[in-house]
């Protein structure tokens, strides 16, 4: 076989050598130990939490030791591409504060583009420069084999219960004379371009996993696709050049793509490259109730999958990275509860700690994190967190939230406990919260209110008895004193002592009395300090709730 005139038949146009690209894209000058990673995901529209999980893990590996992360679109195939899914796995990540240093998404001619473009599909030329390459060795070859014929020979395989695929004897295409090859493209045979195995089903590769260890896989003996029939490459074939030329040094991705390592290991090793570091995650797993047991999460299940959920609800990218470590690297926690206020980029992240197993999300645990790392905000950061929430998802209402600056600032040190002791852990993600504070902007009157346990006709006595002494230049105490003289009037214990010892003396004690307030003006028998919320709101509105209240 003259493979020089099957690559020049199969290739006319390409005048580049693979030598051209590796001086065109050189070996990265770096610090010591620093790694070069990348996230690449389909343009499909739909980003993940296993995305941000991943996308973290590589963004720590890389940082940590001044190397470079990347954003690479695999755009090959085309049927699954979504109009603007770029732009959403960008913005999408970069609300979780996690920022690319090169890859798709900069200008053209910025200095992040060097090792561009980023884009798969314009990488088209330098894919069949090295398709070309192994023509000429003898490593790839076109075949001419229809869906049909495939598929007859798959439904073959599987009755006698071989190995399914394109291989040894089932290569139909695999020792065509040149001449039958001439005569398919004479003919304008569609064809495909397969690598030339030389993989043996007796022989194993080694490769240290960067997580898991060593792993012993069979060698790939199937003759892969490299360029399908429009010349558009593979998954398999673009990724191996790609993380050659951009000059990766670790891969970090799902526990899927192990069984595909084969592969990629006779690609490297046959394109002659250097393999980086593969390191493959575990799934991110949840408890399911139904039986008990622990399973993938899943798109169609769970729609705490997306981002988009969480970026609806609003739940702030910081919470979501410190709950993310937790899961990627094991002594993280201990770590964070050691040194509190210590940025989470000084925690030194490693490869080695991170989970063989299915790591288990937690949203319990999530929410946890969520009122301990928002209760160590100072007003004003969320202040500023639920203003830029409310404006991409609750454009009209902001304008109500937010009208008074002040108020909402006091409504918020309410919530966080300023200047107590302790500060609350009152908040999760932007929804609850203004769930829970909704009271104060008259946007939650059509909703369903506590009930209260006085009598109605009790209930209406002891809020206009409430109204008639109320003073608003009361301090908080004064304020408590006339709760209790009310309370005493109405049968009500008026000091709480006094009820828990002969409680069968009294219809109840001066909470009961203040609830019955606290319900008239907030529709909820649980909130902070009642005082408090009532010189917020302002004495108008808190009037005007109470008149609400007993008609």
């Not at 059509?446 to 008895?465: Q, T």
Request: charge should be negative; proline fraction near 4%.
């Amino acid at each position: 076989m003259d493979y020089d005139k099957l690559a020049q038949l199969l290739f006319p146009d390409v005048k580049n050598t693979p030598e051209f690209y590796e001086e065109k894209f050189p070996y990265r000058k770096l610090p010591s130990k620093a790694q070069v990673t990348r996230m690449a995901p389909s343009p499909t529209g739909f980003i993940h939490l296993g995305n941000l999980y991943s996308a973290l893990a590589d963004e720590r590996i890389a940082h940590k030791k001044g190397g470079i992360f990347y954003l690479r679109i695999e755009d090959t195939d085309e049927k699954r591409k979504v109009d603007g899914a770029v732009d959403t796995i960008i913005q999408t990540l970069r609300y979780f504060d996690i920022e690319f240093d090169e890859g798709a998404g900069f200008d053209d001619d910025a200095a992040q583009n060097a090792y561009g473009p980023y884009f798969q599909r314009q990488r088209v030329e330098i894919y069949h420069t090295y398709a070309k390459s192994l023509v000429q060795r003898g490593l790839a070859y076109p075949c001419f084999c229809t869906e049909e014929e495939l598929d007859k020979v798959r439904q073959h395989q599987e009755q006698e219960k071989e190995l399914t695929g394109y291989y040894g004897k089932y290569a139909a295409c695999r020792s065509l004379t040149l001449e039958a090859i001439e005569q398919n493209l004479s003919a304008h045979k569609p064809y495909v371009l397969r690598l030339r195995s030389q993989g043996s089903p007796d022989r194993e590769i080694i490769f240290k996993d960067s997580i898991k260890g060593e792993v012993k896989l069979p060698e790939n003996i199937h003759d892969i696709v490299l360029l399908k029939k429009d010349g558009i490459p593979t998954y398999h074939f673009a990724h191996v050049i790609d993380d050659h030329l951009m000059r990766t040094t670790m891969v970090i991705r799902g526990g899927e793509w192990l069984a595909s390592a084969p592969i990629h290991y006779e690609l490297f090793h046959l394109l002659g490259f250097k393999m980086p570091e593969y390191g493959h995650t575990a799934h991110l797993m949840k408890f399911d109730e139904e039986t008990g047991g622990k399973r993938k999460l899943s798109k169609r299940k769970d729609p705490e999958l997306s981002l988009d959920y969480y970026r609806k609800d609003g739940y702030h990218p910081y919470c979501m990275k410190v709950y993310l470590m937790t899961l990627l690297n094991s002594n993280f926690e201990e770590w964070h509860e050691q040194f509190p206020d210590k940025p989470i980029d000084d925690f030194p992240f490693s490869v080695e700690k991170m989970s063989q197993s299915g790591a288990l999300f937690d949203q319990d645990k999530l929410h946890n994190i969520c009122k301990n790392e928002l209760s160590k905000l100072s007003e004003q950061e969320l202040y500023d967190f639920l203003y830029a929430w409310a404006e991409e998802h609750e454009p009209d209402k902001k304008d109500i939230w937010f009208a008074d600056r002040e108020k909402m600032l006091n409504i918020l040190r309410l919530y966080m406990g300023i200047g107590m002791k302790r500060r609350r852990k009152d908040f999760m993600y932007a929804v609850q919260i203004f769930e829970m504070i909704s009271y104060f902007f008259d946007l939650d009157n059509a909703g369903e209110h506590d009930s209260c346990k006085l009598e109605p006709s009790l209930a209406k006595a002891v809020l206009e008895d409430y109204l008639a002494v109320y003073s608003h230049a009361d301090s908080n105490e004064a304020w408590f004193g006339k709760l209790k003289q009310i309370a005493g009037k109405h049968g009500f214990a008026p000091e709480m002592k006094d009820y828990k010892k002969n409680p069968e003396n009294y219809k109840g004690s001066v909470s009961d009395v203040a609830e019955a307030v606290r319900i008239a003006v907030t529709g909820r028998a649980n909130t902070p300090d009642l005082w408090s919320i009532v010189h917020i709101m302002g004495e108008e509105q808190m009037r005007e709730r109470i008149m609400r209240a007993i008609a």
